[in-house]
């Protein structure tokens, strides 16, 4: 594995929550991303336009915080245990879909099949059967 980062997912409050940890982390965001800004989400109500689909912080070189605004209708009511998912990047197709497959299989769920993804890299989302939410990557496509 590359990378292994922690991505959260809040109610609607993403950008404080990052303005915060900016603060704490005494870094600065490398990557904001709204809904609206972004060409392949279709049907993105107009009050969720101006939510943030994804937000980068670095704490370390290696180490980065990274999170969404949970948008109704776009992804699952947030709740405790569903607001964060642990996102590790591979070093090659072959590990990413080893990984996946592991995570995903044996009572596990895949919640977004790996693939490459409209906005780059392959990527995909899975459960595992301990209730762990994942996201596993390359950083471009496969």
């Given at each position: 594995?590359?990378?292994?980062?922690?991505?959260?997912?809040?109610?609607?409050?993403t950008?404080?929550?990052?303005?915060?940890?900016?603060?704490?982390?005494?870094?600065?965001?490398a990557?904001?991303?709204?809904?609206?800004?972004?060409?392949?989400?279709?049907?993105?109500?107009?009050?969720?336009?101006?939510?943030?689909?994804?937000?980068?912080?670095?704490?370390?070189e290696?180490?980065?915080?990274m999170?969404?605004?949970?948008?109704?209708?776009?992804?699952?009511?947030?709740?405790?245990?569903?607001?964060?998912?642990?996102?590790?990047?591979?070093?090659?197709?072959?590990?990413?879909?080893?990984?996946?497959?592991?995570?995903?299989?044996?009572?596990?769920?895949?919640?977004?099949?790996?693939?490459?993804?409209?906005?780059?890299?392959?990527?995909?989302?899975?459960?595992?059967?301990?209730?762990?939410?994942?996201?596993?990557?390359?950083?471009?496509?496969?």
């Amino acid at each position: 594995m590359q990378l292994v980062h922690i991505y959260l997912n809040f109610a609607g409050n993403t950008e404080e929550a990052f303005k915060f940890y900016e603060k704490v982390f005494g870094t600065r965001i490398a990557m904001k991303q709204t809904f609206g800004d972004t060409p392949f989400m279709k049907g993105v109500p107009e009050g969720a336009k101006n939510k943030l689909m994804h937000i980068q912080l670095p704490i370390t070189e290696m180490v980065h915080l990274m999170g969404s605004d949970a948008v109704e209708g776009l992804s699952p009511p947030l709740k405790a245990g569903n607001n964060f998912h642990v996102s590790v990047v591979a070093n090659d197709k072959a590990e990413a879909d080893r990984v996946f497959q592991a995570l995903s299989g044996d009572g596990g769920k895949v919640t977004m099949p790996i693939a490459n993804a409209p906005w780059g890299p392959y990527f995909g989302m899975c459960v595992d059967r301990f209730g762990t939410q994942w996201m596993v990557s390359l950083p471009t496509p496969a």
